[in-house]
């Protein structure tokens, strides 16, 4: 059973780029949301895709956009980077809402 | 806003007593709360959970207790080992809104 994979582990952008973050869900798990986490503070929740679908989202502006694929995959896209933007980015997958499974993150660095 | 919230940044204890970590949240429509283990260089790994329906769950030596009417839930671990050492983060779910509380990064001393 394969886990949560994301890509790439690294990034450094400038200010005012457009970055693409993927994330490959663990087998049979259909539900993958996305997390920012500042250094010192706990996962914020961007959003969920279940099934292709937008299934919520948190207080993140319409920069941040998402897909989700037939195979259950996800890309995280942020527009128009900001300084405040770099940060760790979680992926995680699940089944069930209630037990997420975390990839290892991509450290976004915005100059 | 910060809804679920550990107020303790950090923690140490021995090897083989007892940790305890808190958190409180203050959103009462949560139904479901986990614990997360975090190592550096790795995503939270899922330790134990719980439904708002009940106030104790038991995990080997884990056990999360949850007081509703404080809103306030703790995970104990005993005996604590070394390789407990790690950020603990606290999270609170309600439908598809998932809060994680800052962490508090445990060390158990040998």
């Known amino acids: 059973e394969t886990g949560v994979t994301q890509s790439p582990t690294h990034l450094i952008k400038t200010r005012g780029q457009q970055v693409t973050l993927r994330c490959s869900s663990q087998?049979?798990?259909?539900?993958v949301s996305w997390y920012q986490q500042a250094l010192g503070q706990g996962p914020q929740f961007i959003f969920q895709?279940?099934?292709?679908?937008?299934?919520g989202r948190g207080n993140f502006p319409p920069r941040f956009s998402g897909l989700q694929f037939p195979n259950y995959s996800s890309e995280l896209n942020v527009n128009a980077l900001e300084l405040d933007d770099s940060a760790l980015y979680l992926c995680a997958s699940s089944f069930d809402i209630n037990e997420q499974f975390f990839g290892p993150g991509t450290r976004l660095t915005v100059l | 806003d910060q809804q679920v919230k550990q107020n303790s940044p950090s923690l140490s204890v021995q090897e083989g007593r007892i940790s305890i970590l808190n958190c409180d949240y203050t959103?009462?429509?949560?139904?479901?709360f986990l614990w997360y283990k975090k190592y550096p260089a790795e995503g939270p790994t899922f330790l134990i959970s719980i439904s708002s329906i009940k106030d104790k769950n038991e995990d080997g030596r884990f056990t999360v207790f949850l007081n509703k009417s404080a809103k306030h839930l703790s995970l104990h671990i005993v005996p604590s080992q070394p390789g407990d050492s790690a950020v603990y983060f606290c999270?609170?779910?309600?439908?598809?809104?998932?809060?994680f509380g800052a962490g508090t990064r445990l060390t158990v001393k040998p």
């Open positions: 087998s049979g798990h259909n539900t």
């Open positions: 999270a609170a779910n309600n439908h598809n809104d998932m809060r």
């Open positions: 959103n009462s429509m949560f139904d479901y």
């Open positions: 895709y279940y099934r292709e679908e937008e299934n």
